[in-house]
């Protein structure tokens, strides 16, 4: 898939833990699991909201668009 999510680079740089953001947004461990490994088809705008929020980011900084070859 060409979009690639890049929460681990994030929670990396701003020195978190997945289950410490999971908490802070409002969403399972399982469902930020899903979103790490590029298995989830969609994200929400207000996941991607708090998201941001929590991590102080934009959404350039969390999804990446990597083209096909």
Same mark, same amino acid.
């Given at each position: 898939m060409p979009i690639v999510l890049n929460l681990d680079?994030? &929670?990396a740089r701003r020195k978190m833990? !997945?289950?410490e953001l999971a908490e802070r947004i409002?969403? =399972?461990t399982a469902? &930020? !699991?899903i979103?790490? =490994?590029g298995k989830a088809k969609a994200?929400?705008?207000s996941t991607l909201e708090a998201i941001c929020k929590v991590l102080?980011?934009?959404p350039g900084d969390i999804i990446e668009y990597i083209a096909e070859k």
């Amino acid at each position: 898939m060409p979009i690639v999510l890049n929460l681990d680079v994030m &929670l990396a740089r701003r020195k978190m833990r !997945s289950n410490e953001l999971a908490e802070r947004i409002g969403i =399972t461990t399982a469902n &930020l !699991s899903i979103l790490k =490994t590029g298995k989830a088809k969609a994200i929400r705008f207000s996941t991607l909201e708090a998201i941001c929020k929590v991590l102080e980011c934009q959404p350039g900084d969390i999804i990446e668009y990597i083209a096909e070859k």
